[in-house]
């Protein structure tokens, strides 16, 4: 049972555009929410994450929006540049107590457009 | 400082060999995890150490797969009587227990090809 669900599969993007990517989740036990971006080759990097007591959070051009009632949380990169072009996972991760490891989407591969 | 390390980079064997996989995590980290990446996938848990602690052997696929982690630092994976459905990027992670972000570092990980 996949408890992540992610989309898009894929995105392409202008460059100055805003790229937007959905995650759902069916766990309601999970209270932490990141996102990785990974470059080909390389392993994923933590980019921005939230906990389900808050709706939004920034971080430059990167911002999570988290709904928590219909447990659906998104990732907006503002202004997207050529150098955005990646694999982007989102995650989720159970309350404390219970198991630590992350439970990813099947990721999205976005490319800008120069 | 030095990140989470893994070795080899790349590793190509026999079906039916046995491999083994080396993570180097962050020093003073004392929370490793495994996980494997099959192609246009997520990535998938596959085992957890914290400390002294049993690991979280709940996502291993088969008994075909172990790991181990020595001194608290250093982990390998096993894989027996490797099968060409194991061909994957193994990507290991260490994080620091106290941290409440629990951050996960991740290494390059090891693409493992099963002809």
């Known amino acids: 049972q996949q408890q992540v669900k992610q989309s898009p599969q894929s995105l392409i993007v202008q460059k100055g555009g805003i790229s937007i990517i959905n995650c759902a989740y069916e766990?309601?036990?999970?209270?932490?929410f990141p996102w990785y971006q990974q470059f080909p080759g390389k392993g994923p990097a933590l980019l921005i994450a939230?906990?389900?007591?808050?709706s939004e959070k920034k971080e430059g051009r990167f911002t999570i929006s988290f709904n928590k009632s219909a447990k659906q949380f998104s990732l907006h990169i503002m202004d997207s540049q050529p150098g955005d072009s990646a694999t982007y996972f989102c995650?989720?991760?159970?309350?404390?107590?219970?198991?630590?490891?992350?439970?990813f989407g099947s990721g999205t591969q976005l490319t800008v457009l120069p | 400082g030095a990140g989470v390390s893994q070795s080899p980079s790349n590793k190509v064997t026999e079906k039916g060999k046995d491999v083994e996989l080396r993570c180097d995590p962050i020093?003073?980290?004392?929370?490793l995890y495994w996980y494997r990446q099959s192609l246009g996938q997520g990535l998938e848990f596959l085992i957890y150490?914290?400390?002294?602690?049993?690991?979280?052997k709940s996502g291993l696929p088969s008994d075909r797969f172990s790991a181990e982690r020595t001194g608290g630092s250093v982990s390998t994976l096993t894989i027996q009587r490797t099968q060409q459905e194991d061909s994957a990027v193994y990507l290991c992670?260490?994080?620091?227990?106290?941290?409440?972000?629990?951050?996960?570092?991740f290494g390059p990980g090891t693409r493992l090809t099963v002809l």
């Open positions: 992670a260490s994080s620091l227990w106290s941290s409440g972000r629990n951050e996960q570092f």
């Open positions: 766990n309601t036990a999970f209270d932490y």
């Open positions: 939230i906990r389900p007591d808050v």
């Open positions: 995650a989720a991760r159970g309350a404390s107590g219970s198991a630590r490891q992350l439970t």
């Open positions: 020093s003073g980290h004392t929370a």
């Open positions: 150490f914290q400390g002294n602690s049993a690991p979280d």
